[in-house]
Structures are given as C-alpha cells and as structure tokens.
C-alpha cells in the first residue's frame, strides 16, 4: 500500500521531469550548417525580388500587375528580406563555427559597412536627380512625391537625419532595413548557433511584443519607419533559422498532402482578398467583415496574414523545385541567377530605375506599350549589370590568382 502511494506520488514529478527535459532539448537544439553547396535557387529567387521591387516602384503602371504583391498578401520585400537571413547564416555562420565568433562578426560588420555606404551613394545620387529634374522641368510636385522636400528648407538637418537613416525618400525603406537587421546578427547569429529553436521563440515573441505595443523607430521629418525592423526581423530571423538545420528538420512538410493542400487554397484566398482590393466589383460579393480584416494590407507591421502568405509560397515552391532540378540551368532562367548572385548592385540600380522610369512615364507617353518598354528596357539594365560584375568579379580573381602565382614561383 505504501509503495504504491509512493509510486502514484511519483509519476507527477516524472512527468514534469520528462516535460522539462524535453523542452531543454527543444530550446538548446545545436544548429547544423548544411555542407558548403550553393543552392541555385535562392539566386533565383533573389533575382526575381529584385525584379518585383524594381516593377513594384512604378506606380500607375501596368507593370505592378507582373509583380506578386497584386495577387496575394507577400511581395518581392518579404521574399527579399527571407532569402538575406538565410543567405547572411549560411555565410557568416559557417565563418563563427570555423574561425570564431571575433572573425564572423567583424566580417559580418564589414558586410554592414558596404550596405551602408551603397545606401548612402544611392541615397545622394537619389535626392540629385530627383531635385534636378523637378527644377529643370519645373515639376515640383516630383519634391513631395518622392519625399524631397524637406531638402529645400531644412538641407543640413535632412542630410544628418539621412546619414543617421531617419530621412528616407520614396521607395528607399528596404536597405536601411537590411542594414539594421545586418548590424544586429552578430550577437543574434551568436545565440541562434546555440539555441536555434530558443532564438526564433524569442524572435516571433518581439514581433507580437512590437505589433502589441506600436514599437517602431521614428522617422524624419515625421510618423515611423515604413518597414517596422522590430515586426521584420521575423522573417530575417526565420530564414537564419531554416539555414541553420531547421529546413532539415522540417523537411516531413514538403511530404504532408494536407498541408500542401492547405497552403494552396490560402494562397487561393489571399489572391481574392488581394483582388478585391483593387476591383470593387469582386469586393461587392464578399463580406465586409472579412474584407476589414485583410483589406488594406498591413505591410509596415508584417501582418501575420503576410507571413503565413510567404510561408505556404516556399512551401509549395521547394516541394515543386528541388535544389537539383534541371530547370535551374535553362538559359531563360539565367538572367534571374545573375541578378541574385550581384544582388547588392543590382538592387540599387533598380531602385534608382524606378524613379526614372516613373520620370519618363510622367513625362512621356502613358501607353500600355510604353509601360512595357520603360519596364523591359530596366530589367536589361539590371540584368547588364549583373553580367559585368559577374565577368569583372571573374577578371580580379583571375589577376589575384596569377599574381599569387607569380609570386609562388
């Protein structure tokens, strides 16, 4: 009778042993880089968020309707910001596991210092066209549509609040985003090859925190940041995440039938409530309640809806797209690889297209054909780019290469 008082005692202190062990191995899981091997689809798929931004920056155009944002709740931004978390781990964090964590992050630092000095070239060379070609076509109007008129009263204050990422004009938001994001992974990097699972509760805790609260950082001359960095941080630490074996792990997904499924018919749902919001007659047929809740879309504070909407996209595109798949190396495909593997050039350039573009619609003919030249003739521009870096990478490493031999003999 004693005995079996003793073992019903003890089953619940067994159980929460159990619970507490099994949490333990749940939070402190050891993150496994995958062998070094560049996935060809993440260059892919790089490319192609810069060709959707660059699209997506030219408003009142038939161009936006060849981007993804018209026809459900993600854009080329989410996929962007996805593919830089698990591209910046996969770097660096092979860096931190093989040569330490003082090497990674003060690689991963130089990495933040080239961004912020793009930013900063693309942010001068930005205000001077915008500014030159409102005054030599005297279309002021340009000034407050882009978001550089404050540079006309307050020129000394506008440049220090730009240096210091407060002021951004127009369709700049996204790279002083990376930067932040960037300049913070050392020490999240950190944490994540430890405690993977542990890092991502914590992450998707300060996205709930921040979107609670209306945390976000204050922007000049007025309002926040139009890309909350406490809301997407999310997804830049879900693809340090994935890098980090927690693709590997979840991998039982692409095999769930219901799950595909699933995923099918949100990404069906999202492109009718995304619709609705630009055709009024669809949105006469569908509830007004439901309709509140995704129209309009929250994109500053990554709704969850946004999240979910990028979440079933990759699923459906990996279980469809394996890493060897032939398709990856058809020439029509090339021009999309190229951008992504130069994506750092090829983004700004495109960003500043945008506003050209945007200029010469304006100020030209506003045709359909047009539209479809102006956005043919910028993804040739981009895609030249990423051609030339790509051969005058391939010309310095050759005159490194010889040189080093030279020097050997």
């Given amino acids: 009778m004693i005995d079996e008082t003793i073992q019903v005692a003890g089953r619940p202190l067994q159980v929460a042993f159990l619970l507490r062990r099994r949490l333990w191995e749940t939070i402190t899981i050891r993150s496994v880089l995958a062998k070094p091997r560049r996935d060809v ?20 155009s038939v161009l936006v309707w060849f981007t993804t944002r018209n026809y459900g709740f993600s854009d080329g931004a989410d996929l962007f910001v996805l593919i830089s978390g698990y591209t ?37 060379v930005y205000l001077t066209a915008v500014h030159y070609l409102a005054h030599r076509f005297d279309d002021l109007h340009l000034m407050d549509q882009f978001n550089v008129a404050p540079l006309m009263d307050f020129p000394v204050e506008t440049l220090s609040q730009g240096l210091v990422l407060k002021f951004k004009p127009l369709n700049l938001d996204v790279l002083p985003l990376y930067i932040v994001l960037m300049a913070a992974f050392p020490v999240v990097l950190w944490f994540m090859l430890r ?55 979840s991998r039982w997904l692409l095999s769930s039938r219901t799950l595909l499924v699933m995923s099918g018919g949100f990404l069906l749902f999202a492109l009718v409530m995304t619709l609705a919001e630009r055709i009024p007659e669809l949105r006469g047929y569908l509830p007004e309640g439901l309709v509140a809740v995704f129209v309009p879309n929250d994109k500053t504070n990554l709704s969850p809806y946004r999240v979910v909407h990028l979440a079933s996209l990759v699923l459906i595109v990996v279980s469809l797209v394996p890493i060897g798949w032939p398709g990856l190396k058809s020439p029509f495909l090339q021009p999309l690889i ?31 054909p047009a539209q479809l030249i102006v956005g043919a003739a910028g993804l040739w521009i981009m895609t030249g780019v990423a051609y030339y870096r790509t051969w005058s990478k391939g010309v310095d490493r050759s005159r490194s290469s010889g040189q080093g031999g030279e020097a050997g003999e």
Avoid: K
């Fill in 338 to 368: 190229r951008c992504g593997q130069q994506s750092l050039p090829v983004f700004c350039v495109g960003l500043f297209l945008s506003f050209i573009a945007h200029f010469l619609l304006d100020f030209g003919s506003e045709g359909i």
């Fill in 88 to 124: 910046a781990t996969f770097v660096f964090g092979t860096m931190m596991m093989e040569r330490g964590f003082v090497i990674g992050a003060t690689r991963l630092l130089r990495r933040v210092w080239q961004l912020y000095v793009a930013h900063l070239l693309l942010f001068f």
């Fill in 195 to 249: 405690w993977r699972n542990a890092v991502m509760i914590s992450s998707f805790g300060l996205y709930l925190a921040a979107r609670h609260y209306g945390w976000n950082l204050p922007a000049y001359p007025a309002g926040v940041w139009y890309f909350n960095p406490f809301t997407w941080q999310l997804l830049f630490v879900f693809g340090a995440w994935l890098a980090l074996g927690g693709a590997t792990a």
């Fill in 41 to 60: 689809r993440l260059d892919l798929f790089r490319g192609l968020a810069n060709w959707l931004i660059f699209l997506g920056h030219i408003p009142n």
